[in-house]
């Protein structure tokens, strides 16, 4: 079936440190977005990339699309408190719904 | 502008009774998508409507049963509750079709005792 793999499942890391999430399908994607839900909260939506090789920033964050449309990559540079929460990406195979990866839970330790 | 609103917050049932969750989605959002999100776990894709027409089905069986109604609002019934039906159930709208940006609302949190 269509998947979306997404690792780690969990990361802790100091404040100031990096942090990065992959997602990854076995069949290529139409589109890929991502999204981020805070402890308690709901997913919010964060960006959407569609052409191969896309590459998006939006301040410390940087989005990647892979060149085959087949995995994508969240980057977050010097990560600060606000950064806590479950990112997850949501996966468009061109079937008229997404498909959410598992998310990964960023916590980090002040 | 109001954003996806969803009622009740909580729901406590017992199993084997019946569930009816509510969403109203944004103003001018045709599409209405409804998710299960099981304690510390991702997103399952429950069901998707639009133009008041089920339009696609995630893998629940078929005691999870909703509609849409002619003002775009929906609602998700589950019958004959199970335990494990216990979660937080996330609604979700937007324009057209699941290529445009889904924009959550807050959830019903279901228990089932």
């Known amino acids: 079936g269509q998947q979306v793999m997404q690792i780690p499942q969990y990361q802790h890391v100091q404040e100031g440190e990096d942090f990065t999430t992959y997602c990854n399908s076995s069949?290529?994607?139409?589109?890929i977005q991502w999204y981020k839900q805070r402890p308690g909260g709901h997913p919010v939506f964060l960006i959407q990339?569609?052409?191969?090789?896309e590459v998006k920033k939006q301040k410390r964050l940087t989005f990647q699309f892979g060149e085959a449309k087949k995995n994508s990559s969240l980057h977050i540079t010097a990560t600060q408190t606000t950064d806590v929460g479950t990112y997850f990406c949501?996966?468009?195979?061109?079937?008229?719904?997404?498909?959410f990866g598992t998310g990964t839970r960023l916590t980090i330790i002040p | 502008e109001a954003g996806v609103t969803q009622s009740p917050t909580h729901l406590i049932k017992t199993r084997g009774q019946q569930a009816t969750l509510r969403c109203s989605p944004i103003?001018?959002?045709?599409?209405v998508y409804w998710y299960q999100q099981a304690l510390g776990l991702g997103l399952q894709f429950l069901l998707w409507?639009?133009?008041?027409?089920?339009?696609n089905r995630g893998n629940f069986p078929p005691r999870f049963s909703g509609r849409q109604f002619p003002n775009y609002s929906s609602e998700l019934n589950v019958n004959a509750l199970e335990l494990e039906d216990s979660a937080l159930y996330l609604c979700?709208?937007?324009?057209?079709?699941?290529?445009?940006?889904?924009?959550f609302g807050a959830g019903t949190r279901l228990s089932v005792l």
């Open positions: 979700a709208s937007s324009l057209l079709g699941a290529k445009n940006i889904q924009y």
């Open positions: 069949t290529t994607l139409s589109n």
């Open positions: 990339l569609v052409k191969s090789g």
């Open positions: 949501a996966g468009d195979f061109g079937n008229e719904k997404l498909t």
């Open positions: 103003s001018g959002h045709t599409s």
């Open positions: 409507y639009d133009e008041g027409e089920e339009r």
